[in-house]
């Protein structure tokens, strides 16, 4: 799942895949909403994302969706 991040005064988003499920997700935002002082990811990878509560901007939560690879007709 994809994970896209905005951060304030920054010109560029974080977009993180991850394996973790869109509840977990929602529910680390919301507690780094909550009082928290940062918002923590682990991508697909076993890398983590911590941005500080202060700075964050957005966050998409994408869809589990699988994306079709090949050549069909248009």
């Known amino acids: 799942m994809e994970v896209t991040i905005g951060v304030q005064n920054l010109a ?3 977009v993180v895949d991850t394996d973790q499920s869109p509840e977990s997700v929602a529910k680390a935002v919301s507690d780094a909403l909550g009082g928290a002082p940062a918002f923590e990811l682990t991508d697909a990878r076993g890398r983590r994302v911590i ?3 202060a700075s964050l901007g957005y966050v998409e939560i994408g869809t ?3 994306r079709k690879v090949g050549f069909g007709s248009l």
């Open 51 to 53: 941005v500080p509560t």
């Open 12 to 14: 560029r988003e974080l």
């Open 64 to 66: 589990e969706e699988q």
